[in-house]
């Protein structure tokens, strides 16, 4: 029996897939069911499969990565022509031995380092770790199991025992360790503040705002990483590619951080003298005068 991959019954009352054209919605179902796809959600996708599979020629497969990409349902490693499925984690993986170890065998051949990266600390939150030797292991848990074996020499009324009793344990550590240095931490935590609402005030498409401060605090800024964060944002802001298309292409911020792309290099938007602005430059151009950026 082949490989299976899970695909909700209410996917396509979702709102987001309502919104799709009908090509769109193929496609998308494609990344999410393709005979490549597995238990960790990053795979490789070799376009002259995906164009004989689907039936669409490069150009139209690689105008519908860039649109799943915006809408950050996707990441693309266009060096390694990895796919990286954002939400599959949520559908996909599960506590279980085998689907860790999957998980596991799979993230081990990932060739791109920046999608390794997001995939390790996606790990991390889900409680798969690697060991000092580099190689995955699991975090431990106890699973069900290891659970009857205590349970029969330890009375069930002593000890009530959960399937989130070591992420418990793990945030009550945590708060005595803020108890320690209270003011220090609270110190942090205003600046880590400070710093993203510049940044949010600065990003464009302000979309899913919880899921960007979410990111950011797992990225543990320094001062050094924010300053080269806001200079790519403004990289990123007068480019080419944020101006295409009136801003359509402009990546959630969440998206945004996720993949680092404030290292990213991009096309300078240049203006021609003598010919009318474009819309998509006017636009551009409120933004950076909205920054600073206009030369006043």
Known sequence: MGNFSKIEHDFW???????LTPEERYFYLYLLSNGRTNALGCYELRMKIAEVETGYNSDTIKKYLNKFMATGKILFDEETQEVLV????????????????????YFKAVKSPKLKGILEG????????????????EETIRNNEEQKETNGKISTADIDIDTDTDID??????????????????EKTSVNQERFDQFWKL?????????AFKRWKALKISEKTFQEIMGGLQKAIGSQEWAKDGGAYIPHPATWLNGGCWEDVYKPLEVQRGRPQSRDNNALNARRGFVGMDGR
């Open 169 to 186: 344990i793990d945030i009550d550590i945590k708060k005595d360790m803020v108890d320690v240095g209270s003011t220090e931490a609270k």
């Open 86 to 105: 954002t939400n599959w984690r949520k559908y996909n993986w599960a506590k279980k031995t085998g689907n860790i170890n999957s998980i596991l065998k």
């Open 13 to 19: 009352q979702d709102d987001y897939v309502l919104g």
């Open 122 to 137: 996606l790990m991390d939150e889900a409680g798969i770790r690697r060991n000092d030797s580099g190689t995955e292991r």
């Open 203 to 211: 990003y464009p498409n302000k979309k899913a705002k919880a899921a």
